[in-house]
């Protein structure tokens, strides 16, 4: 059978919940080629992530979004600057569902990586990965 373009979204959460000064994955959303919207996946996995901050509060979100190498010009410096776009695009979609889903806005650092860390393949390096951090006691 063929492989899906899109790969699963993945949620670490129930996994390895922070302690106080530590990061650790908490989920990653994959998306289409040359897109920011969050894929119906995705959002099951973001209300999980939304329910684990209720459950940690003081947990800082960061929300870091990727782009594979791929773009419409051949120009480097014109593929960095769209990758970039499409990458913060990613993340600012993430999180304003997050925000939606009541994680507070002050809880959430957005950033864009761009292309500079792919993943092993194409279809995985169009994500968004989410890190987790606690930084206040219980």
Avoid at 1 to 18: D, G, N, R, W, Y
């Amino acid at each position: 059978f063929p492989q899906p373009l899109t790969p699963e979204p993945v949620s670490m959460l129930h996994k390895a919940a922070p302690v106080q000064g530590q990061t650790v994955p908490a989920a990653t959303i994959f998306f289409d080629h040359s897109s920011s919207k969050i894929p119906n996946s995705g959002a099951e996995v973001l209300k999980h992530v939304a329910q684990g901050f209720q459950q940690m509060p003081g947990t800082i979100f960061y929300i870091e979004g990727h782009a594979s190498a791929r773009a419409a010009s051949n120009d480097p410096v014109e593929r960095h600057i769209s990758n970039l776009k499409i990458a913060m695009d990613r993340a600012v979609s993430v999180s304003r569902e997050l925000m939606r889903l009541g994680v507070p806005a002050e809880s959430i650092k957005t950033t864009a990586i761009g292309d500079v860390k792919p993943a092993k393949d194409e279809a995985q390096s169009r994500r968004v990965e989410i890190l987790a951090s606690n930084v206040s006691p219980f």
